[in-house]
């Protein structure tokens, strides 16, 4: 472990994270603007799991973050005065491990009791 540490190079560094962007000043109905984000996603080939409180995304650390960045600043095109975003980031230096071997644990775990 205190090698991979010195040999740590956060130009490459993988991520799981969920973010929540929330659009300030236009309405009761976001899924127009959710959708503008599952776009950017699909189109910077990002891996994402969409569910109903924000939206899970794997990949390099810049990559996540331009994704974000990108998301925030379709919504103000499309006439956001105001965006607000939530995120949670989780690295691990030990091993790889993706959104899906995660949910798989658990799983493992449940069919085991």
Request: net charge neutral; with cysteine; aromatic share 2%.
């Amino acid at each position: 472990m205190a090698e991979k540490l010195k040999n740590l190079d956060d130009s490459d560094m993988n991520a799981i994270a969920e973010f929540s962007v929330i659009p300030l000043g236009v309405g009761v109905s976001l899924s127009p603007y959710v959708a503008e984000c599952k776009k950017v996603l699909q189109e910077r080939g990002i891996k994402h799991l969409l569910h109903a409180g924000g939206t899970n995304i794997e990949g390099e650390w810049d990559e996540l973050m331009g994704a974000i960045k990108e998301c925030q600043a379709r919504l103000h095109k499309m006439g956001v005065p105001r965006v607000q975003t939530s995120i949670k980031i989780a690295t691990r230096i030990d091993r790889e491990q993706t959104m899906a071997e995660k949910v798989e644990s658990v799983k493992e775990k449940l069919t085991k009791e």
